[in-house]
């Protein structure tokens, strides 16, 4: 579901990463078909915490009684509910 807030307002990159945010992890992209080197983002140069790094898209953890999957794209926030009830989550998040 598509929370339709810009990235000027919010970033979960600079977000869920912060270490103020817990029980959420980064998810680990596999390497694909599309060239990928399967290199971890340290390996990359890439900047990382305990929380994953501040490049990653999507990551999971706990809102109240549910488990999300929230996903960072160029233009908006987006996020699905993984285990429990849907309802008033959108509500929520915003």
Do not use: Y
Request: glycine share 8%; proline share 6%.
């Amino acid at each position: 579901v598509d929370l339709c807030v810009p990235p000027e307002e919010l970033r979960p990159s600079a977000t869920l990463t912060t270490g103020q945010c817990f029980n959420w992890i980064a998810v680990e992209q596999s390497s694909s078909d599309d060239g990928s080197t399967g290199m971890t983002p340290d390996q990359k140069g890439q900047s990382s915490s305990a929380w994953g790094t501040h490049n990653a898209t999507e990551w999971v953890g706990p809102l109240e009684d549910r488990v999300l999957s929230i996903r960072e794209t160029p233009h908006t926030t987006l996020f699905r509910v993984l285990h429990g009830q849907a309802e008033g989550v959108e509500e929520r998040l915003r």
